[in-house]
């Protein structure tokens, strides 16, 4: 993966976008650190759905993930503890 500083990227933007569609993701630096990755869309839209959702995207969702069995209450006794009444 090639690094461009982020004034190359700006500069060279359409340079940048052949790059990635040729050879793949390209890493944008900014003072050094690493700060953001320019990858195809269909890379993008693959890893988007391989990815597993948040749990706040689960706890907002519409549908059920699974069944969650819950058994009746009172069903079954307490044993009863020696010396407590």
């Given at each position: 993966?090639?690094?461009?500083?982020?004034?190359?990227?700006k500069?060279?933007?359409?340079?940048?976008?052949?790059?990635?569609?040729?050879?793949?993701?390209?890493?944008?630096?900014?003072?050094?650190?690493?700060?953001?990755?320019?990858?195809?869309?269909?890379?993008?839209?693959?890893?988007?759905?391989?990815?597993?959702?948040?749990?706040?995207?689960?706890?907002?969702?519409?549908?059920?993930?699974?069944?969650?069995?819950?058994?009746?209450?009172?069903?079954?006794?307490?044993?009863?503890?020696?010396g407590?009444?």
């Amino acid at each position: 993966m090639r690094s461009w500083p982020v004034q190359d990227a700006k500069a060279r933007f359409s340079e940048m976008l052949e790059t990635c569609m040729r050879e793949g993701p390209q890493l944008v630096t900014k003072r050094g650190a690493e700060a953001a990755v320019l990858v195809p869309a269909a890379d993008w839209r693959r890893l988007r759905q391989a990815a597993k959702p948040t749990l706040k995207e689960l706890l907002l969702s519409d549908s059920a993930r699974g069944d969650l069995e819950v058994r009746p209450r009172g069903g079954s006794r307490r044993r009863k503890v020696a010396g407590l009444t």
